[in-house]
């Protein structure tokens, strides 16, 4: 309801773009829109291609002339729709658009068979059908939704209670709806459907609407099936947004999903418009569909409008169905889609207070269908369909379809809860969607009888989505004003009006991607969005930077900066440089160009890269960023073969490939002298508290073993890293461990305020040449110190120190330093304690944020000028100003650990641990890195950790495996469709081994023209990225009121943006989302409620500085699960894969399971209070919940299955992250519980942070504001 | 009393005093005339095995600006010096005829007292160590530290700082790891940063302001100055661990060498921890400053360090800002009663110019050799631990000289290894002569030659005569730590007659010391000549010594040939030809460090070996009798002769044309030559008594005729022969000099006309 994910919609436009698409799309979700009510809107949006489409599309024409066009474009679309659900299918979606039209019909086809798939997926379409369901009740059911849809097929039977269901949804939402849902939705999809479509869409519709049905159907059930796969998120919730959907769910985008997927649709239907197929297809999915769809009006309608297939007729039936309003506008598309459904819906459902929700859940439901629908359909359809041209692309789709089909699953799910309202009046059109599935698969017959047990649901869902949307909506937005504070008007109202399993839900979304990725992603597609981080997938590299190395926010960007400002999506690549890669997949190549050094254009230096065109038989070549040619060296010379390429194009990675290194020559390094090996240096805190802490001792007792595993590059050999040792207080203590000495020498250094380095030989040494006295020197120091008095410590003189030895040695290097205390000792960059809580919430809070004074600064400038990294271990009891000591890691590319309160007992591990992997993990020093793109777009701001001089080079004194860059790109020029954007990063660094090396990563996105494309091709977990850094830089200067403030409001624009634009109309209540952005809210409202942007009072000063800083260089994965935790039941662990995760919330907690926590940064066991005793036996030995010991790190090594697989699971989870988590355990009721709920994102903060339902209504009113 | 010479003796063995005049004009007017002031060279702490030091305390004259001590009868004393009376103290009761304090028998003109009262501090001994040196160098120095610890007193504190580019202070109490603090060798430092670097500096949270810790507190807390008996193994160890700066020196460079901050700590570290307490800091390097303040040249070696004709040029750089630096430095130090030791060895010059102030003002020594692996460096370093017949070192420390003069005299300065005190007073003279304006001199190193030479004013006015049988009375008040950790007092009270110089000048005249006179006259031309131009310096020595003439002499008005000199003025002018030529005053030949190495002993050595070094002692060794000594004189040089010649720094056996022969021929080998070898052995026996006492050690040159090396000679002795007087004089004696330097002769003719001269 609330949230519809038009990513259907989007995706399908999105790749439909092309030419056709986008405009068809457009005019397809503008099309259902229009039918419905947004349906001018899209329209307007697309209105270039759209126009012309909305009306020949719209209705008829969509079904006609846009069928050919369209049709591929929408069938694209919806491939793409689903590919954008999953990334991959995306791409190929939109490669294949031309094709596609065909494909189209495939994909229309496809839809169809997507939703045979989706029966096929029954097991998931129950899902979705409950998904819609929950859609239906509250839109919310994205998480339960699942077990929903379960229930939800027998709530289908239940259907009846539709029309109740749907208003009682609502009130059910927040739980019951599902059931309500689901069963109103079956049942009333089912009966209600029937009977509503008739009455508002079912007449008009029926006709028309079976093809649209049939492609909404079609989506429908591959919404179904997507949904399972992965529309069933995407649609439920916000997929569904799919334009119908959105105007009718308006407020919840799920309904929308449905909606975009009736924009598929529509698209389906106007390439489908081969409709004959599809609506062949339709029939029998349609009936599926159909069937669906009466009961959902709104969805009905939209997964009409997908039916647009049977064009504008259906659509209008459907926009008709949705809210009769669009139909005007959509003519062909929205109307005919979902729009119309919605109305019909609404009409019907009108008691569902908001028609909307109807409208949504059709909407979602449909674009849900449509998305999901329309990818696995696609392929389904392609392939069943094959006889039509699109077939093709539907293959592409199939891709993405396979994917789709839990899409639509999920969708459908979504989908059927709005639909279920609407399903009714959508009768008709969820029939021929149904149909259309059917026709794909079973679905076609089964849909409408199915459709009762699955489909139908689905469309019940969604329309009960609908309708629980519209219900909840108004609550939630009135939550959603409240917003502002802790957003509690949600809190009744939202719970009756919202259901959480009816939004989107992240877990959903994972999963679907998870199941859809399957082969491994080739990164030789351009503008192909990859795997979701959470899935584990094998790349296999073709000419672009594997997404390990480079994730971007948009893989279709916009041509122009006025689409790119229009849109607010940011445009930006999170970079990886070193990333490491699975044993599986080869590290880049290295490249020896010899003297010369590397190839590079004349022009814009850019490096030799696959982009690179070779003319004139290969004696030259073009510049693929800056267009200059530049001749080719003789001795690079080769003959270009018939279609253009190098013959040795194959053999040499810079050609093929999109990512490998060269070997850099004098040329590339400082002072033009190969530099030498580089060096680590350990500095360590003696004083008081840092020896009473236990520290001392077990860092040098870790050292003796850990200078064994030094970095290196080949195993083989002994690592050419030279190490040195200091120990300091209020001065610091040089060591000379020559080998030659029998016994170190320590000298002191009192000279604080103007730091050097004692000596030269003897302080950085070859550990084997050393080893017997550096072995000695570790076992006296915590000797040494033992009696220590001093309290007082120094620490700017402590990297400068560093700095100094790595200055004399002539070297680059890292330091390491262990610190305890805040630096109040007389010296150069001694700090003042400034901790003042007073300021948080205030205008001045940002000086919290600042560093005192510029010392540091300038200490870091000259850090990085020599390569000097600084990574720093902090042990504090009390305040040490993190923000001050965090200058010089952050701008030099190291990290920072801190370990409050450390205590030896329970820390030593995670400090171990961490230390182990920051002194073993490959890295590479003195790096700059630059990236260059196409003319038209320019690199304009990074994000990281590193100092800039200049505004083009990133330096990086140290750049490790685990470091990421963000970079955003801005337009200053157009781009062209035809070449897409290139960009090239390359990193100059000197590897630990002393060999001067330059990475290349190369990445080529499409560029689209249309909003919608842009939209269908989007990773909302790299936007998160961007916008976290963007908003933790953003608290330096500006209050923290005001980044959340405008981190909401360019989350509103885009969102708008897209409502307005690609969605198809439909009333202002009903919230649509993209599918590919469905989880934006929820992602946004983490990132809001993060302890930086609005902490608890008892987060300290430090710990926000510290996490500002830590967010800075993390990549995407990390975010994503720092933003929102994973949350694994520990029911079931006897299979090898883990059990799938729910969504953070104490709601989904049973007080008799015991679960897992994950960030990424902490751990938590959480234990309910009634667990049997069984599992504390086999979990912790003990049977008694009280007797479970809370301080425990780690679990008890005990001989079971589920034990094992536990701590199996617990250290797998480490090995994965680059920080050790340390082991948690959080009894129920415990007071330690507090600190647990905390990683709750969907739940409301005890800082005040919104609940998820909370804030999407909040989210749902701001974009409402926008629009209106 | 018998001659003047046996008078002189006399006094020079009692109480070490040698006066110009040993009868005093009695006006200021007439003291004017006589050209040589009324001055004495002082050796305070000349060696006394005869005079047990009294335990109790000396008596004062109660007048609190006076403080004049002891004499006198009776119960009640009347001051010598200000005339006022005094009780004798109750400790003094049973004082009669027949038992007198010692202060009042005659022969105790000299009596030392030792202090009870106050802390008595340990020696102290600060090794600061060149690591900047070649291995050999290095290993040698090495072995020589290591080996002077066996010759300190087992309670003497001990420390180390070994620089290079950077500076280090080991802590020498540490287990285990050895451990040193560490100072940028280009950054200056005040005291107070470096104790505060170096951990001294104590909490004052308790301590009461205004009261420095008692240095018992110093000592046990102070890291790293310890009782030798207690890290004699760990400063072996650490001494022999010790290696060469580990810097790396690049092509065409000096090695960088911190020796101005290292001195600043070591003075810091001595300021902080013991001061007032006897400390000696030992600085051994092998090359000048390269870096930081003090530094004396850059360290490309392209930039040769500069000359004497640089410094007339205004072309050494660093030679102002570097000599004001270490006389910053030898000033505190020598407030604190430190004494600084510069051991430079090395073939080039060290910057001895610039540092030299550093032993100067603190009476340290300064010993110059090429390398530290020769035995010059060896012995005279181990003789600086010599000891005396007690078994106590041989130095003292933390000396105050104080002045003290009857009314008729003023002190007007003093010349020697000491700093003013700045001890205004009432017998402080307006009329300035070395360093003056006070009373008190502080002398922080003091071993028994030391020599001070002291310059008076008669400030009786001519209208005001003094009494018939007057006697002006000086004393001498040295107050020291004694080697053995006791402090004492010395005093040396000095009376002579006064005598009218129109009615007495044959008197006066006979009165008059030469050798003293010219010792003086010396220091003085070379006090003038550290600040001023060298020929400036010679013109005024020869304005004095003509005017003295003048005065003195007997002659007939403009004939020069009527011109005599009574016996005691006779050998002075002789002294002031020498003087003019020695390298005191002539720079040429010698390099900045060198003249500044020679003027630093000029300055501080008794009358003995001053005029040694005015005019070497030259003997002959001869089948013909017994050595005697033989004129410094070209004709001296013979062929069947061996030269020995001691110019103090150097010791230089000469083998005459024919001897050498028959040296290389080997007769001295066979049976029936034994004399010959005897004759061969004789000069090296001699040679070898000196080479043992003397220090420092002196260079020890064995050569023959036509050696390279036997130009040491040829530069000392009168050119009475050279190529341009040879064939005239006819005579085939000796060996011609080829120089352009004026003889004695020449040099005596010019004198005398100038004398007679009506008109200079």
Not at chain 1, 201 to 216: I, K, L, M
Not at chain 2, 363 to 390: A, C
Not at chain 2, 401 to 426: D, H, Y
């Amino acid at each position: 309801m609330n949230v519809n994910q038009h990513t259907p919609m989007a995706s399908p436009y999105g790749q439909p773009p092309p030419g056709y698409a986008q405009p068809g799309y457009s005019p397809l979700d503008g099309g259902y829109q229009a039918p419905y009510p947004s349906y001018n809107g899209p329209a307007s949006a697309y209105q270039p291609g759209a126009p012309p489409q909305g009306p020949t599309r719209g209705p008829p024409s969509s079904a006609a002339p846009p069928v050919s066009a369209p049709q591929p474009y929408s069938q694209y679309s919806q491939g793409q729709g689903s590919v954008q659900n999953g990334p991959p299918p995306m791409t190929q979606a939109p490669q294949r658009p031309p094709v596609s039209q065909p494909y189209h019909q495939g994909a229309v086809n496809m839809s169809g068979p997507p939703q045979s798939s989706y029966p096929q997926h029954y097991g998931p379409p129950p899902t979705i059908q409950q998904v819609s369901n929950q859609m239906g009740g509250m839109q919310i059911n994205a998480g339960p939704p699942t077990a929903a849809r379960p229930g939800y097929a027998p709530p289908h039977s239940a259907p009846p209670p539709a029309s109740t269901p749907y208003t009682a949804a609502p009130p059910s939402y927040s739980q019951a709806p599902p059931s309500f849902s689901h069963a109103p939705l079956p049942v009333s999809s089912a009966p209600t459907q029937p009977p509503l479509p008739p009455p508002s869409n079912a007449p008009p519709t029926a006709p028309p609407s079976t093809q649209q049905q049939q492609y909404y159907g079609g989506p429908t059930p591959a919404q179904q099936p997507y949904p399972s796969s992965i529309p069933p998120t995407s649609q439920p919730q916000f997929t569904s947004a799919p334009p119908q959907q959105l105007p009718p769910q308006p407020q919840f985008t799920t309904a929308p999903p449905q909606q975009p997927p009736p924009p598929s649709q529509p698209h389906f239907t106007s390439t489908h418009p081969q409709p004959p197929q599809p609506q062949s297809y339709p029939p029998s999915s349609y009936s599926g569909p159909t069937q669906p769809p009466p009961p959902q009006v709104s969805q009905a309608l939209q997964q009409q409008p997908p039916s647009f297939q049977s064009p504008p007729l259906s659509q209008q039936p459907f926009s008709s169905a949705s809210t009769a309003p669009p139909p005007a506008g959509p003519p062909g598309y929205a109307p005919g889609q979902s729009p119309r459904p919605p109305p019909a819906t609404q009409g019907q459902f009108p008691p569902p207070p908001t028609s909307q929700p109807g409208a949504f859940p059709p909407t979602s439901t449909q674009s849900g269908q449509f998305l999901s629908g329309p990818m696995p359909p696609l392929p389904p359809q392609s392939q069943t369909q094959p006889p039509h041209p699109q077939s093709q692309s539907q293959p592409s789709p199939y891709h993405s379809g396979p994917q789709m089909p839990p899409m639509s699953m999920q969708q459908s799910n979504h989908m059927p809860p709005s639909s279920q309202g609407p399903p009714p009046p959508m009768g008709p059109p969820g029939p021929l969607q149904q149909q259309q599935q059917q026709q794909q698969q079973q679905q076609p017959p089964p849909p409408q009888p199915g459709m009762p047990a699955g489909y139908p649901p689905q469309q019940n869902g969604a329309y009960g989505q609908v309708r629980g949307p519209q219900p909840g909506y108004p609550g939630p937005y009135s939550g959603p004003q409240n917003y502002g504070g802790p957003a509690q008007a949600p809190g009744p109202a939202a719970q009756k009006r919202l259901d959480p399993d009816a939004i989107p839900s992240p877990i959903q979304v994972i999963e679907d991607d998870k199941a859809k990725s399957t082969e491994p992603f080739t990164t030789g597609v351009r503008g192909q969005a990859p795997p979701l981080v959470t899935t584990t997938f094998s790349v296999r590299d073709q000419g672009n930077a594997s997404p390990r190395f480079v994730r971007c926010t948009a893989y279709n960007m916009p041509c122009t900066a006025d689409m790119a400002k229009q849109s607010q999506v940011p445009l930006a690549a999170v970079i990886k440089p070193l990333a490491i890669l699975p044993p599986d997949e080869t590290p880049p190549y290295v490249v020896d160009h010899g003297e010369p050094g590397p190839i590079r254009c004349n022009r814009c230096k850019a490096y030799m890269c696959p982009y690179m065109q070779f003319i004139e038989g290969g004696r030259r070549f073009q510049c693929g960023f800056c267009s200059c040619v530049t001749e080719v060296p003789p001795h690079y010379f080769q003959h270009l073969d018939h279609t253009g390429k190098r013959v040795d194009c194959y053999d040499r990675p810079e050609l093929s490939l999109g990512s490998y290194e060269f070997l850099a020559t004098v040329d590339y390094c400082k002072n033009n002298k190969l530099p030498q090996p580089p060096a680590f240096i350990f500095l360590i805190d003696v004083s008081y508290n840092a020896v009473k802490s236990g520290m001392v001792n077990i860092v040098c007792q870790e050292l003796k073993t850990l200078l064994d595993y030094l970095p290196r590059e080949n195993p083989e050999a002994d690592s050419v890293v030279r190490v040195g040792f200091v120990t300091y207080n209020k001065v610091l203590h040089f060591y000379n461990v020559k080998g030659s000495l029998a016994q170190p020498q320590m000298l002191v250094v009192s000279d604080v305020s103007d730091m050097f380095v004692p000596l030269l030989d003897g302080f950085l040494v070859n550990v084997n040449e050393s080893r017997q006295v550096i072995e000695s020197l570790l076992d006296q120091i915590p000797d040494m110190f033992a009696d220590t008095r001093e309290t007082e410590t120094v620490f700017g003189p402590v990297i400068q120190a560093g700095l100094e030895a790595l200055k004399a040695a002539d070297c680059a290097g890292k330091l390491f330093i262990f610190h305890t205390s805040l630096p109040i000792a007389e010296a150069p960059g001694k700090l003042k304690n400034r901790e003042d809580k007073k300021l948080v919430g205030t205008d001045k809070e940002k000086s919290l944020f600042q560093p005192q004074g510029s010392f540091y600064n300038t200490l870091a400038k000259d850090c990085v000028a020599q390569g000097c990294c600084v990574d720093l271990f902090l042990f504090p009891n009390q305040y040490v100003d993190m923000t001050t000591l965090g200058v010089v890691p952050v701008s030099t590319g190291g990290s920072v650990y801190k370990y409050t309160y450390f205590q030896a007992a329970t820390d030593q591990e995670r400090f171990l641990n961490d230390l182990r992997r920051d002194v073993e993990k490959p890295m590479g020093f003195d790096a700059v890195m630059r990236v260059r793109t196409s003319t038209g777009i320019r690199a304009t701001d990074f994000f990281g950790s590193f100092f800039m001089s200049n505004t083009t080079d990133v330096e990086l004194a140290g750049l490790d495996c685990d470091k990421a860059i963000t970079v955003e790109f801005k337009h200053d020029d157009k781009l062209s469709e035809d070449t897409g954007a290139l960009m090239q990063c390359a990193v100059l660094y000197t590897s630990c081994s002393g060999q001067r090396r330059l990475r290349v990563h190369n990445m080529a996105v499409n560029c689209c023209s249309q909003l919608a494309d842009l939209y269908r091709n989007c990773e909302t977990d790299t936007i998160i990225n961007y916008f976290s850094k963007f908003a933790f830089r953003g608290v330096l200067n500006h209050p923290t009121k005001t980044v959340r403030d405008t981190l909401v409001n360019q989350c509103a624009q885009i969102l708008a943006c897209y409502r307005k634009n690609c969605a198809s109309p439909s009333s202002a209540g009903q919230l649509i989302l993209p599918e590919c952005m469905k989880l934006l809210p929820v992602y946004l409202n983490c990132v809001l409620k993060s302890d930086v942007l609005l902490p608890a009072a008892d987060v300290s000063l430090d710990d926000r500085a510290y996490l500002r800083q830590f967010i800075s260089s993390m990549d995407v994965t990390e975010t994503h699960v720092f933003f929102y935790p994973q949350l694994l039941p520990l029911t079931n662990l006897d299979s090898s894969s883990l059990p799938v995760a729910i969504r953070a919330s104490e709601e989904r907690l049973s007080k008799g399971g015991v679960y897992i926590l994950e960030t990424g940064l902490h751990l938590f066991l959480w234990v309910g209070a009634s667990v049997q005793q069984e599992l504390l036996q086999n979990l912790f030995g003990t049977p008694s919940f009280s007797q479970i010991d809370a301080s425990m790190t780690s679990l008890p090594v005990l001989d079971n299955p589920f034990s094992k697989r536990l701590r199996e699971i617990i250290s797998n989870f480490r090995a994965q992250r680059p920080r050790y988590m340390k082991l948690m355990v959080v009894k129920q009721e415990d007071h330690s519980e507090l600190i647990f709920r905390h990683f709750l994102v969907e739940d409301k903060s005890a800082s005040g942070g919104a609940s998820y339902v909370d804030f999407l209504c909040h989210m749902h009113k701001e974009i409402r504001q926008l629009l209106s | 009393m018998t001659t003047y010479q046996e008078f002189i003796q006399q006094n020079e063995d009692r109480d070490g005093v040698r006066f110009s005049w040993n009868l005093w004009p009695s006006s200021r007017l007439e003291a004017t005339r006589l050209v040589v002031p009324v001055s004495c060279l002082f050796t305070p702490l000349k060696e006394r095995p005869d005079l047990p030091p009294v335990q109790y305390e000396p008596v004062l004259c109660s007048r609190a600006n006076c403080k004049a001590q002891v004499d006198f009868r009776a119960k009640i004393w009347a001051c010598n010096f200000c005339f006022q009376r005094n009780p004798f103290p109750p400790s003094y009761a049973g004082i009669s005829e027949v038992n007198q304090p010692a202060e009042l028998m005659p022969q105790f003109s000299t009596i030392e007292y030792i202090v009870q009262r106050g802390p008595t501090a340990p020696l102290i001994f600060l090794y600061v160590v060149d690591t900047c040196l070649e291995e050999e160098d290095l290993q040698a120095l090495k072995e020589s530290l290591q080996m002077s610890l066996s010759l300190l007193p087992p309670n003497a504190l001990v420390g180390l700082i070994t620089f290079g580019r950077m500076v280090q202070v080991h802590e020498l109490s540490c287990e285990g790891i050895a451990k040193s603090y560490v100072f940028r060798g280009t950054k200056d430092l005040n005291s107070k940063q470096i104790q505060e670097m170096l951990g001294l500096t104590k909490p004052t949270a308790q301590g009461q302001p205004g009261r420095p810790a008692a240095p018992q507190d110093a000592a046990s807390t102070c890291r790293f100055l310890q009782p030798v008996h207690r890290v004699d193994m760990n400063l072996t160890d650490l001494l022999g661990e010790l290696q060469r700066d580990p810097w790396p020196v690049p092509q065409g460079k000096r090695p960088l060498r911190s020796t101005g901050v290292a001195l600043s700590v070591a003075v810091g570290l001595l300021e902080g921890t013991f001061p007032n307490t006897g400390a000696r800091v030992m600085l051994f390097i092998g090359g000048p400053p390269t870096q930081g303040p003090g530094m004396v040249v850059g360290d490309e070696l392209k930039t040769p360090i500069r000359s004497w004709h640089d410094i007339q040029k205004d072309n050494a750089r660093h030679l102002k800002k570097a000599t004001k630096y270490y006389e910053a430095l030898a000033n505190r130090s020598a407030v604190n009663g430190h004494s600084i030791d510069i051991y430079a060895c090395a073939l080039d010059q060290t910057g001895l110019l610039e540092m030299k102030c550093l032993s100067n003002l603190t009476g340290g020594h300064i010993v110059m050799g090429d390398s530290f692996n020769t035995s010059l460096f060896k012995q005279t370093f181990q003789r600086v631990f010599s000891k005396d017949l007690n078994g106590d070192f041989r130095m003292a420390f933390g000396g105050v000289l104080e002045v003290k003069t009857s009314r008729e005299l003023k002190v007007s300065g003093a010349i020697g290894p000491c700093v003013s005190l700045n001890a205004k007073g009432s017998c402080v003279s307006e009329n300035e002569m070395g360093i003056g304006g006070t009373t008190q001199w502080k002398v922080c190193g003091l071993n028994p030659s030391t020599t001070l030479g002291l310059y008076f004013e008669v400030v009786n006015q001519h209208n005001a005569p003094i009494p018939q049988g007057g006697r002006g009375a000086i004393q001498f008040v040295t107050q020291y730590q004694h080697s053995n950790t006791q402090r004492r007092i010395r005093v040396t009270t000095i009376a002579r007659n006064w005598a009218d110089a129109q009615s007495q000048i044959q008197l006066i005249e006979s009165s008059f010391d030469q050798e003293a006179a010219a010792v003086l006259m010396a220091r003085l031309g070379v006090f003038r000549a550290e600040s001023e131009e060298g020929p400036d310096v010679l013109r005024w020595l020869d304005r004095q010594l003509i005017r003295l003439c003048q005065k003195f002499g007997q002659f007939n008005k403009d004939d020069p040939t009527s011109f005599r000199l009574s016996e005691s003025l006779s050998l002075y002018p002789q002294f002031m030809f020498h003087l003019r030529r020695s390298p005191f005053l002539q720079v040429f030949n010698n390099s900045p460090d060198e003249s500044s190495y020679y003027r630093h002993h000029f300055v501080r050595q008794d009358l003995t070996q001053s005029l040694i070094m005015i005019q070497p002692i030259l003997y002959s060794y001869s089948f013909y009798g017994p050595p005697e000594p033989v004129l410094l004189d070209s004709g001296s040089i013979l062929p069947d002769k061996i030269l020995l010649m001691d110019t103090f720094f150097q010791l230089v056996i000469y083998h005459g044309e024919t001897i050498a022969q028959w040296r290389k021929a080997g007769y001295q080998d066979m049976a029936e030559y034994e004399n010959f070898k005897q004759l061969l052995q004789a000069p090296l026996d001699d040679a070898q008594e000196i080479l043992q006492t003397r220090f420092p050690m002196p260079r020890y040159v064995d050569t023959e005729h036509g050696g390279s090396q036997a130009r040491f000679l040829l530069s000392k002795v009168n050119p009475s022969q050279t190529h341009n007087n040879l064939y005239a004089w006819g005579q085939e004696t000796g060996a011609p000099i080829l120089t352009d330097d004026v003889s004695l002769q020449v040099f005596m003719d010019h004198l005398k006309k100038l004398a007679v001269s009506t008109f200079f």
